[in-house]
């Protein structure tokens, strides 16, 4: 999967199913996808952060794109006033606040370091230990080929037997395909979850921010297990 800046809580259900995770680095960035942005919710309205970038292109693999830092100082600051403004009443800002906050600060250059600190910081948070792998520094290798032949040719490396991809990729993969390798494919689907917000009716599909900021850290695990593999 490719690494999103706190993406939703399906990524992290997709993270807690499997035996190994990959961040997948080095394909194509997407303008207008969820790599460096995702939405929250400000009082009754859906709000959409975005990490300002610098040249981002999709001719630019992720891990090539890099932070517009000359803006990034005052955008951090922004959106964590903002943060602390509207979620400052949710019963578990604090916990949620003090992980966001040391992820922001880091300095790093690129928008993919940003992203898989906050998708392991969310994970020692809420105790997954699936091991991690980031594709550019292990399979750099097999960058040449691309959709379904690079996740063949990584999954023979691994000689694994099952993938689990997000629900999105059953438009992008074939499970015959898979299933002519010796590899069974599965499609992860989150279940229709809901929490009580500060609003109604509910927003569903927030960022993992929201989540944590309603939920307790042993009600969002469970929430990992809401889902259905396809």
């Not at 999103?4 to 997709?14: A, E, K, R, V």
């Not at 207008?32 to 001719?59: A, D, M, Y």
């Not at 989150?190 to 927003?203: A, G």
């Amino acid at each position: 999967m490719q690494p999103y800046l706190f993406p939703y809580i399906g990524y992290f259900q997709l993270i807690h199913s499997v035996d190994k995770f990959y961040f997948y680095d080095d394909v194509n960035f997407i303008l207008r996808g969820w790599i460096n942005r995702n939405r929250l919710l400000l009082g009754s309205e859906e709000f959409l952060f975005s990490v300002p970038l610098k040249e981002k292109s999709h001719l630019k693999t992720i891990n090539e794109v890099e932070v517009a830092h000359d803006v990034f100082p005052e955008w951090r600051e922004k959106f964590l006033k903002t943060l602390r403004f509207y979620y400052r009443k949710a019963p578990h800002f604090e916990a949620t606040y003090s992980l966001i906050e040391p992820v922001l600060r880091c300095d790093h250059r690129f928008i993919v370091d940003y992203a898989i600190s906050s998708a392991r910081s969310v994970m020692e948070y809420l105790g997954i230990t699936t091991p991690t792998v980031v594709s550019s520094k292990v399979y750099a290798g097999t960058q040449m080929y691309h959709g379904t032949e690079r996740l063949l040719r990584i999954a023979k490396l691994e000689a694994c037997s099952v993938i689990i991809n997000p629900i999105g990729g059953i438009e992008l993969y074939h499970k015959e395909e898979f299933k002519a390798n010796g590899i069974d494919l599965f499609f992860l689907k989150t279940k229709d979850i809901t929490y009580r917000q500060f609003r109604q009716p509910f927003m569903p599909s927030l960022s993992i921010i929201d989540v944590m900021m309603f939920n307790s850290k042993e009600d969002a695990k469970r929430l990992l297990n809401e889902y259905d593999l396809m």
